[in-house]
């Protein structure tokens, strides 16, 4: 298996928020620490890339001004 990766580290949160405001989305991103992950509870380190994956030069900031929404 490949991983790729973006350059930078975020928390699924912070992704969604870095999209929603992006896209000059105006609702919140609700941070919840005893929430699971499709029934379970994962790590600071589990949806990340493993050492070795190959990272991408582009942040994630970069990239959604280049993007068009869909709408």
Do not use: I, K
């Amino acid at each position: 298996m490949v991983e790729f990766a973006g350059p930078e580290r975020l928390t699924l949160d912070g992704f969604v928020r870095t999209v929603l405001e992006a896209r000059r989305d105006p609702r919140p991103v609700v941070t919840d620490a005893a929430a699971s992950y499709f029934g379970g509870h994962p790590g600071a380190d589990t949806l990340v890339p493993l050492a070795g994956a190959t990272l991408a030069t582009v942040r994630l900031t970069d990239w959604l001004a280049h993007t068009p929404t869909a709408g």
